[in-house]
């Protein structure tokens, strides 16, 4: 508290400083913000669409695809240590650089059900799935890309150990296609074919774990341009992908089988990926604050041009710090100590205000540094304080002290960190580093995700020089002949779906659930089959099959195909349409339940529209008598809400309501 009160005594408080930042930013909350917004910010997204491809095996190996360890059994564990090695063009990628600084020791946890040889890099690879590859040409087509006409196998460089190799084998198959939203193309970069990294387990200090069940299995990747426009839209061509890719019904479905990359700038920015976006509802709030992040970040840029005239002249200093000097009472601090660890004190010239500076919800200019400490220099959370931080953890005198021993000016800010001895170094070069990087704006790197919409720094860009040919693997050429005989029984296109889905007048809020389980030939057939009306369908799906779902648990995989059998029953039996509702609950539970036995469980009995129609009166004295002033329902529904009981499959509620409007008229 000393610190604040010294801080605000001089007419400096971080916390106003934060607030006054988020207004020169701009910032607003997503759900206030228009399509002016981003505009004036210069709102720009594109996508990369990860899918895995339903297959039996691997794509360059014999090993089963979709077996899943459940559990923390293994068989064994390979330990790796990643190095760069030059591009083609005599370079070293910038990540994979970032990467050996880390000094990551990498673990990989094998089952021998799901791994063989290859995928530790000790055998060649086998010759491509083709399976996965007609798969893949098959959505290609679907993306109206043009499909190349041979098959180049290239590595693409991974030094974060989510691939033992190294790199990861890929392939482009298609080029500049297109997809047609309801009010706008979106032109595409391209589709390519790939193997799939390994699942971390966790990442901790200079240690990494993984998982190797899910590592190789084939899937594909759609690239588009920048074309969004704003977070929303960005949403909307993810669905559509994801929704194309489903309509094969040759793809994966579930946690991790479909995950996205989200690139972002804004006007003067610079292209930012939000890695690995697990689900497609975090989009739009991820993309809403990573703009916004860089035009904080562009802001700052500004200032502190101002103020350093010269900054390729900017230095920082450093002092390392004795645990006995000081009364440090911050328990982070005190375990440094136990722990025999180094404390050092930086001083950033002229950086005054820019700790502080906001550049996400919750997060300011600060975390940009602390993030890349934990990344770069493995320096776990929390790993630093500064004389602008929100709760002083280092007393006033001690700050005094420091910034004593560092000479630090009136406009200067300091940091305090803590860590191993052999990590010090790092640390500081990550420090100055990122820094630096201020006087520019927003550096190029990819950023991990979270369900808030706050992202935090994973690691630098990767830049072409991490791309070169895998001389293990041979081209596959691809003859005219056989990709338009893929092309003769392609799926319709998913605009075509929707706008067929509006004539049939099915309300437009059940889609998105009929296209993600890819149900739109099941709502067609039944539609021509059985006559069923596409709306009371649509919405039987949309809504009522929806909620079961996220409320119940099946005994066993359900089978969509069920819902027909339910409907041809339903109209072969003459009962309406109306019952499967009551139904769908017990047979989505206990999907091999006979539907007699479901008409038992729910008390069915078979009664004339006749009898109905003559509890009318009956229930019409007893609204008057005891009802009329207990209700805040009308006579009509009243009346309706007792039928409904004896009614629901017997006639249909909306004739049913008709007929009891008429007999109190």
């Given at each position: 508290?000393?610190?604040?009160?010294?801080?605000?005594n001089?007419?400096?408080?971080?916390?106003?400083?934060?607030?006054e930042?988020?207004?020169?930013?701009?910032?607003?909350?997503?759900?206030?913000?228009?399509?002016?917004?981003?505009?004036?910010?210069?709102?720009?997204?594109?996508l990369?669409?990860?899918?895995?491809?339903?297959?039996?095996?691997?794509?360059?190996?014999?090993?089963?695809?979709?077996?899943?360890?459940?559990n923390?059994?293994?068989?064994?564990?390979?330990?790796?240590?990643?190095?760069?090695?030059?591009?083609e063009?005599?370079?070293?990628?910038?990540?994979?650089?970032?990467?050996?600084?880390?000094?990551?020791?990498?673990?990989?946890?094998?089952?021998?059900?799901?791994?063989?040889?290859?995928?530790?890099?000790?055998?060649?690879?086998?010759?491509?799935?083709?399976?996965?590859?007609?798969?893949?040409?098959?959505?290609?087509?679907?993306?109206?890309?043009n499909?190349?006409?041979?098959v180049?196998?290239?590595?693409?460089?991974?030094?974060?150990?989510?691939?033992?190799?190294g790199?990861?084998?890929?392939?482009?198959?298609?080029v500049?296609?297109?997809?047609q939203?309801?009010?706008?193309?979106?032109?595409?970069i391209q589709l390519s074919?790939?193997e799939?990294s390994?699942?971390?387990?966790?990442?901790?200090?200079?240690?990494?774990?993984?998982?190797?069940?899910?590592?190789g299995?084939?899937?594909?990747?759609?690239v588009?341009?920048?074309?969004?426009?704003?977070?929303q839209?960005?949403?909307?061509?993810?669905?559509?992908?994801?929704?194309?890719?489903?309509?094969?019904?040759?793809?994966?479905?579930g946690?991790?089988?479909?995950?996205?990359d989200?690139n972002?700038?804004?006007?003067?920015?610079?292209?930012v990926?939000?890695?690995?976006v697990?689900?497609?509802?975090?989009?739009?709030?991820?993309?809403?604050n990573?703009?916004?992040?860089?035009?904080?970040?562009?802001?700052?840029?500004d200032?502190?041009?101002?103020?350093?005239?010269?900054?390729?002249?900017?230095?920082?200093?450093?002092?390392?710090?004795r645990?006995?000097?000081?009364?440090?009472?911050?328990?982070?601090?005190?375990?440094?100590?136990?722990?025999?660890?180094?404390?050092?004190?930086?001083?950033?010239?002229?950086?005054?205000g820019?700790?502080?500076?906001?550049?996400?919800?919750?997060?300011?200019?600060?975390?940009?540094?602390?993030d890349?400490?934990?990344?770069?220099?493995?320096?776990?959370?929390?790993?630093?304080?500064?004389?602008?931080?929100?709760?002083?953890?280092?007393?006033n005198?001690d700050?005094?002290?420091?910034?004593?021993a560092?000479?630090?000016?009136?406009?200067?800010?300091?940091?305090?960190?803590?860590?191993?001895?052999?990590?010090?170094?790092?640390a500081?070069?990550?420090?100055?580093?990122?820094?630096?990087?201020?006087?520019?704006?927003?550096p190029?790197?990819?950023?991990?995700?979270?369900?808030?919409?706050?992202?935090?720094?994973?690691?630098?860009?990767?830049?072409a020089?991490?791309?070169?040919?895998?001389?293990?693997?041979?081209?596959i050429?691809?003859?005219?002949?056989y990709?338009?005989?893929l092309?003769?029984?392609?799926?319709?296109?998913?605009?075509?779906?929707?706008?067929?889905m509006?004539?049939?007048?099915i309300?437009?809020?059940n889609?998105?659930?009929?296209?993600?389980k890819?149900?739109?030939?099941?709502?067609?057939?039944?539609?021509?089959?059985?006559?069923?009306?596409?709306?009371?369908?649509?919405?039987?799906?949309?809504?009522?099959?929806?909620?079961?779902?996220?409320?119940?648990t099946?005994?066993?995989?359900?089978?969509?195909?069920?819902?027909?059998?339910?409907?041809?029953?339903?109209?072969?039996?003459?009962?309406d349409?109306?019952l499967?509702?009551?139904?769908?609950?017990?047979?989505?539970?206990?999907?091999?339940?006979?539907?007699?036995?479901?008409?038992?469980?729910?008390?069915?009995?078979?009664?004339?529209?006749?009898?109905?129609l003559?509890?009318?009166?009956?229930?019409k004295?007893?609204?008057?008598q005891?009802?009329?002033?207990k209700?805040?329902?009308?006579?009509?529904?009243?009346?309706?809400?007792?039928?409904?009981n004896?009614?629901?499959?017997?006639i249909?509620?909306?004739?049913?309501?008709?007929?009891?409007?008429?007999?109190?008229?």
């Amino acid at each position: 508290m000393a610190n604040q009160e010294n801080k605000k005594n001089k007419g400096f408080d971080p916390k106003k400083n934060y607030e006054e930042s988020r207004k020169k930013v701009g910032y607003v909350n997503i759900q206030d913000a228009t399509q002016k917004t981003y505009d004036s910010i210069g709102f720009m997204s594109g996508l990369e669409v990860h899918q895995q491809l339903l297959t039996k095996e691997k794509l360059f190996c014999h090993c089963p695809a979709g077996l899943f360890n459940k559990n923390e059994e293994y068989d064994a564990e390979v330990i790796r240590h990643m190095r760069p090695t030059l591009s083609e063009l005599g370079e070293y990628d910038g990540t994979a650089l970032m990467e050996f600084k880390t000094r990551k020791e990498i673990v990989y946890r094998v089952k021998n059900e799901t791994t063989c040889t290859y995928e530790v890099d000790d055998t060649p690879p086998f010759p491509v799935n083709k399976e996965a590859l007609e798969i893949a040409l098959e959505i290609s087509l679907l993306s109206k890309l043009n499909i190349v006409g041979e098959v180049h196998i290239t590595r693409k460089q991974y030094l974060d150990g989510s691939i033992p190799t190294g790199f990861q084998r890929t392939a482009i198959l298609g080029v500049e296609g297109e997809l047609q939203l309801k009010n706008k193309k979106i032109r595409l970069i391209q589709l390519s074919m790939e193997e799939d990294s390994c699942r971390e387990i966790s990442d901790i200090g200079h240690t990494r774990v993984y998982k190797t069940d899910r590592l190789g299995m084939p899937l594909i990747e759609t690239v588009t341009y920048p074309d969004m426009i704003n977070p929303q839209e960005v949403k909307e061509v993810c669905d559509y992908i994801r929704f194309l890719n489903r309509s094969t019904d040759k793809v994966r479905t579930g946690i991790g089988a479909g995950r996205q990359d989200v690139n972002v700038s804004c006007k003067g920015g610079t292209r930012v990926e939000i890695k690995g976006v697990a689900h497609t509802k975090w989009i739009p709030k991820l993309t809403h604050n990573e703009c916004f992040r860089q035009w904080a970040l562009l802001q700052i840029r500004d200032q502190l041009k101002k103020r350093i005239k010269d900054t390729s002249k900017w230095e920082m200093k450093y002092e390392s710090l004795r645990f006995h000097s000081h009364n440090f009472t911050y328990q982070p601090i005190k375990d440094a100590k136990r722990q025999m660890h180094k404390i050092v004190a930086v001083n950033l010239p002229e950086f005054k205000g820019m700790l502080s500076y906001f550049t996400q919800p919750g997060k300011a200019f600060s975390n940009e540094i602390s993030d890349r400490l934990k990344v770069i220099a493995c320096l776990e959370h929390p790993n630093m304080t500064h004389t602008e931080a929100f709760e002083s953890v280092i007393s006033n005198t001690d700050w005094n002290n420091i910034k004593t021993a560092l000479k630090a000016e009136e406009n200067d800010a300091q940091i305090v960190f803590w860590g191993p001895e052999e990590d010090i170094q790092t640390a500081l070069e990550t420090i100055e580093e990122r820094c630096r990087m201020a006087f520019e704006g927003v550096p190029q790197e990819t950023r991990k995700s979270f369900e808030d919409g706050t992202t935090i720094f994973e690691r630098v860009l990767p830049g072409a020089d991490r791309m070169y040919p895998d001389t293990d693997s041979a081209p596959i050429p691809l003859a005219n002949d056989y990709i338009d005989q893929l092309g003769e029984n392609l799926p319709s296109d998913i605009i075509d779906r929707y706008h067929q889905m509006k004539k049939w007048d099915i309300p437009e809020d059940n889609y998105t659930y009929i296209f993600k389980k890819n149900l739109y030939l099941l709502v067609e057939r039944i539609i021509k089959e059985l006559g069923v009306n596409p709306r009371l369908i649509g919405t039987f799906l949309g809504q009522r099959l929806k909620y079961v779902e996220g409320h119940f648990t099946p005994a066993e995989e359900f089978n969509y195909d069920l819902v027909y059998d339910l409907f041809k029953y339903l109209k072969k039996e003459n009962i309406d349409y109306g019952l499967a509702n009551r139904m769908i609950q017990h047979i989505y539970e206990h999907p091999k339940m006979d539907f007699d036995s479901v008409l038992e469980i729910i008390n069915f009995k078979r009664i004339s529209k006749e009898q109905i129609l003559s509890h009318i009166s009956f229930f019409k004295e007893k609204f008057e008598q005891t009802a009329k002033n207990k209700t805040n329902l009308n006579e009509r529904d009243w009346i309706m809400g007792e039928l409904n009981n004896i009614a629901l499959g017997n006639i249909n509620l909306t004739e049913l309501s008709k007929l009891v409007e008429k007999e109190l008229k």
